[in-house]
């Protein structure tokens, strides 16, 4: 049921997060079918056989000795296992974060194994670190440096900004009809007059909304196993809200869900944001509430209210909720008719990327009524992926695309779109992700980057290098998609020459190794923070 909803294996730190579990419930149920029950049968089987004919069972001590055997030989097959997988992918271990080939090559039995031996060394991480440890990776990300395109540095500067995640909002659905209406009317219209990234990726792992949060705050990848938010907590970090908030501004995170979902509450202490405006400070009743919480619309509203409390400059993140997963809608939210395709869950997650639309265009009608419009920047883009592998097929179908690993590495797209009111703005292609925000919107506020420790770059930047790495190890480039160990030429979808891929190969281990070891390592206590604040 994990992968049928995550399409990805449950790894061992997702063990320590059951809090989050529990609210997961609905998504569950929705993804639980009752054909399962044949996985059980043996169990049963087994336990009928044990009832009617004991006769068959005899209970008995084993002698140590074949224990010994037994257990010796166990082990020497799983050597002998991970040896020949080892000569078969020699970078399959290097790469742990692409869990998919892992499990095709040890199994699962052994990949939990596995999992379990990374789990023993990466808590033991933090120990062993020092402050060497961070040179080299200094080096790397100092030489990875873009310098800022002059014509947009500081173009918001003093102003406020509005950081809005999307819940579950990929980029199809912009520009996009469903019986001649568009599913996102204002955003479409929005587009025209922001700087909107059609070529922007999503590049959360397990930790999902968490970790969009966290790339984006960072500049950092999430980590392959697990959730940050939960698993390090307590870390070091040189987070946007904390170099805004030395540098003057109100941070603030808004968000009507209870503060302990993803370990909020204390994973924003170590980001540096001042305030958290969580469930207990919105008004919740029946009416205005659905799922997951309080309905977009109506959590927008109370947002700018809170809003208007805040000292000014102030950088505030609000996340919205209504568009999750299984996506259902009060009768009086419909304001789609959007019965397309064979997936029922796919038809309601065009219904509720619609609501999600309305509640916006309200959202920024309020901004204007309250004078909060004019001295801010509003940046939007989509946390994650909101249909799952078992509906790709089905969009694929929608999309009118055939369904391929290529395929699948689009749907990752997410819109991004910065709105800075007076500026004209225009489209633009470089192909990105959400680690490329934190020195864009620091740029644009005319805030220098250099020595910071960034993993991305900023997209305004003629020197971007227009690559999106994926936390499973695909990744896009302006001409190619790795994926599913193929390559494939970006635009037209087709099966290309791994030679085209392969130079990228490097970077993309050596950027996710690295950017673990500052996690696993909490290696940014070693930095000097004198450096990086200019
Ligand atoms: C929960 C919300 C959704 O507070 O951010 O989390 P998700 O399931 O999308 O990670
Ligand atoms: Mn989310």
């Known amino acids: 049921v994990f992968y049928r909803f995550f399409s990805d294996f449950i790894t061992f730190p997702l063990i320590y997060q059951p809090g989050n579990f529990k609210a997961l419930d609905e998504s569950f149920w929705a993804e639980i079918f009752w054909q399962d029950i044949f996985y059980f049968v043996d169990v049963f089987i087994l336990v009928f056989v044990m009832w009617k004919k004991k006769q068959y069972f005899i209970f008995q001590t084993i002698p140590s000795i074949e224990r010994k055997v037994y257990f010796l030989m166990k082990a020497g097959l799983i050597f002998i296992n991970l040896g020949i997988s080892h000569l078969q992918t020699p970078d399959l271990f290097n790469r742990n974060f692409d869990r998919e080939q892992l499990v095709k090559n040890i199994g699962p039995y052994n990949y939990t194994l596995y999992d379990l031996y990374l789990q023993t060394k990466t808590s033991a991480q933090r120990v ?116 805004l908030s030395n540098l003057g501004y109100t941070t603030a995170s808004l968000h009507a869900n209870t503060k302990v979902f993803w370990n909020r509450d204390e994973m924003y202490h170590s980001l540096g944001y001042d305030r958290f405006y969580h469930l207990d400070y919105f008004d919740v009743t029946e009416e205005n509430a659905i799922g997951w919480g309080l309905k977009d619309i109506h959590f927008f509203e109370q947002s700018v209210r809170l809003l208007k409390e805040l000292p000014q400059p ?31 869950t796919l038809n309601q997650y065009l219904q509720t990327v619609r609501y999600e639309d309305e509640a916006l265009r309200l959202f920024f009608q309020q901004l204007k009524d309250e004078g ?60 990105g992700g959400q680690i490329d925000l934190k020195p864009t919107m620091l740029h644009l506020l005319g805030i220098e980057t250099e020595g910071q420790l960034n993993f991305g770059h900023d997209l305004f930047s003629e020197n971007h290098p227009n690559l999106a790495i994926f936390r499973d190890g695909r990744f896009v480039t302006d001409k190619y998609v790795f994926a ?51």
């Open 128 to 243: 062993f670190a020092e402050d060497n440890d961070l040179i080299e990776i200094k080096e790397y990300v100092d030489s990875n440096y873009v310098e800022p395109n002059p014509k947009y540095f500081g173009i918001a500067k003093g102003r406020n900004v509005i950081v809005v995640s999307l819940e579950s909002t990929q980029n199809f659905v912009i520009n996009r009809t469903v019986n001649n209406e568009e599913i996102t009317p204002f955003l479409n219209d929005l587009i025209k007059e922001s700087y909107y990234f059609n070529n922007f990726y999503h590049q959360t792992g397990q930790g999902k909304t968490s970790d969009s949060e966290f790339i984006v705050d960072n500049s950092l990848y999430g980590l392959g196993r697990g959730a940050v938010f939960f698993t390090h907590p307590k870390n070091e970090f040189m987070a946007t809200p904390e170099i």
């Open 314 to 344: 102030f950088y505030a993140k609000l996340i919205t909720l209504t568009n999750h997963h299984p996506f259902v809608l009060a009768e009086e939210d419909v304001f789609i008719d959007a019965n397309v395709t064979e997936s029922e």
């Open 372 to 431: 909060l419009y004019d001295n801010s920047m509003i940046v939007i883009y989509g946390d994650h992926n909101g249909i799952i592998e078992k509906d790709y097929e089905a969009l694929s179908m929608f999309l009118e695309k055939d369904y391929t690993a290529h395929t699948v590495v689009e749907m990752q797209q997410v819109p991004l779109i910065i709105h800075i009111p007076g500026e004209e703005g225009e489209t633009i292609s470089t192909v």
């Open 484 to 534: 599913d160990n193929t390559c494939f030429e970006k635009d037209s979808g087709s099966v290309t020459g791994d030679a085209h891929c392969e130079t990228y190969y490097d970077i993309v281990t050596k950027e996710l190794n690295y950017s673990d070891q500052i996690i696993y390592g909490d290696l940014i206590r070693f930095y000097n923070k004198d450096m990086f604040i200019k």
